[in-house]
C-alpha cells in the first residue's frame, strides 16, 4: 500500500531497512518515541535540503524564501509557506509573480495552535505541485517545525507512510523537530489512517 522512500543513501540498503519505510498499520508511536527518533538524528544545517527524491526542497526563512533568482534557478514553481504573515515571512502570491504558485499557512510555532486543518490542503498543494512535474519549496522561519509538519502530513496523505516512516525519510537528509503539539497533530493523522485501514 504505501510507497518506499527511495533515496541515494536507501538504495543502498538491506530488505529488512527498505521494509522500515513503507507503511505501517502497528501501533502509533508515542510522543516520548517520536522525539527520541527525532533526537537520534543527526543535526544539519543546510540552507536548503532536497527532502524527498521528486523535488521537495526546504529551507528556513533567511535563505532562501525572498530569494527570487535562487528559486528560480533551482526550477521552483510552487512555493508552501508554512508561517505566512508573520513578521519575518511574508510571503504573497504578488511578490513571486505569475510563474510561481503560492499558498500560505498562518502558522505559528506553538504547542497550541491547531496545525491539523492545514494538513490535508498543504498536501494537496504538494501533490499537485509534484504530479504537474514542478518543484516545490516549503518553508517556515526556521526550517524544522511548521513545514516539517506538513511535508511530514504529506508523505502520510498521499504515500502511506506512517509518521514513524515519514520522519525518518525526511531525516535522511534534513534535521527536524516539530514542537510537541503539532507531533500530537501528527499521531492523531497516524491513528486516524491506521484505524481507516483496519
Known sequence: MGEKCVTEDSKQT???EKEEHMCSTGETPTLQELEEILHSAPRSCHHVDEVWPINIFYSCFRFMSHDKFGLWQMGITHVLNASHGKLCCKGTDDFYGTTVKYYGVPANDLPTFDLSPFFHPA???IH???SSGGNIFVHCAVGVSRSATL???YLMIHHGFSLRSSI???QQKRWIFPNRGFLRQLVDLDYYKAYQLL
Open 151 to 153: 511535508v511530514l502530513a
Open 168 to 170: 525518518r525519510c525526511v
Open 14 to 16: 538491506d530488505t529488512k
Open 123 to 125: 498536501a494537496e498543494f
Open 128 to 130: 499537485l505541485a509534484l
